[in-house]
């Protein structure tokens, strides 16, 4: 079911770009990595969205201290996010094309930490202002 793609010619002196190394493969197996670097886009930005939210609803209070400390947490760990899902996406491709087994990453790595030092965070805000 796989396709061999052929090099560019010799007029252009380069090798074949990355993505069209290696055999095609089954198109759902391309298009559930895409969704996939979607979601983490998608929670990339609901991250940002969070420090947004938290630099302007906090009350510049003796709170704002952990609000900053919030909100540049959730603007961290999402831009970490963004940033990393295209490496992502391109390492999973990759691999499929050449047949070999799929990455790992270090996104759920961050993506963990960053969320549960948010969640402490809040908690922490949350019981200070009562």
């Known amino acids: 079911m ?13 090798a074949a770009p990355w993505h069209e190394e290696g055999e095609e493969p089954d198109y759902r197996f391309s298009l559930a990595n895409e969704r996939t670097f979607l979601a983490w886009i998608r929670t990339g930005l609901a991250l ?4 947004v939210a938290v630099a302007q609803f906090v009350q510049p209070t003796a709170h704002s201290e ?13 831009t970490v996010l963004c940033a990393s899902s295209y ?5 999973v491709q990759r691999a499929m094309r050449h047949n070999r087994p799929l990455p ?14 948010a969640g402490i965070a809040v908690l922490l805000l949350v019981w200070t202002a009562r």
């Open 2 to 14: 796989s396709r061999r793609i052929r090099p560019h010619g010799p007029r252009s002196g380069a």
């Open 87 to 91: 490496g992502r996406w391109m390492r």
């Open 48 to 51: 940002l969205a969070g420090a």
């Open 66 to 78: 952990a609000g900053a400390t919030l909100g540049v947490l959730l603007a961290a760990t999402g």
């Open 104 to 117: 790992m990453t270090r996104l759920l790595t961050a993506l963990t930490w960053g969320a549960s030092s």
